[in-house]
């Protein structure tokens, strides 16, 4: 079983900045794909960036102001977020691709972080 664990969320004014972080552990052989998504209150959960490997993308609302970076060794990907504005306000979820005890990818989900900004 693997459990993704995030942190960092909270509330900050336009403008300023919040990085969450995600964790992931338990039976883990290799990762692929990490992603953090966004829920707006009453929308759906839409992608914000994913990196694989050395690659990035960001969905178009975010570029240059996410970056989103991973650490390997500790089974981590953070998100960076910059230049916050009140749109950004809403659950952000970390998302993974595992290959665990199962020896097959399998996608989990962390229980999300609430990012509130305010105008």
């Known amino acids: 079983q693997v459990q993704l664990v995030e942190s960092g969320g909270g509330w900050v004014q336009a403008g300023g900045s919040l990085r969450l972080s995600c964790a992931a552990s338990g039976t883990i052989f290799h990762i692929n794909a990490m992603g953090w998504y966004h829920q707006a209150p009453g929308k759906q959960r839409d992608l914000v960036a994913v990196?694989?490997?050395?690659?990035?993308n960001y969905a178009d609302s975010v570029k240059g102001r996410f970056t989103i970076s991973r650490d390997n060794a500790k089974n981590t990907v953070y998100l960076q977020m910059n230049s916050l504005k009140p749109e950004d306000t809403g659950v952000y979820y970390c998302n993974a691709e595992v290959i665990g005890s199962g020896y097959r990818p399998r996608n989990y989900w962390g229980q999300g972080t609430q990012v509130t900004v305010s105008s």
């Open positions: 990196i694989n490997g050395d690659s990035t």
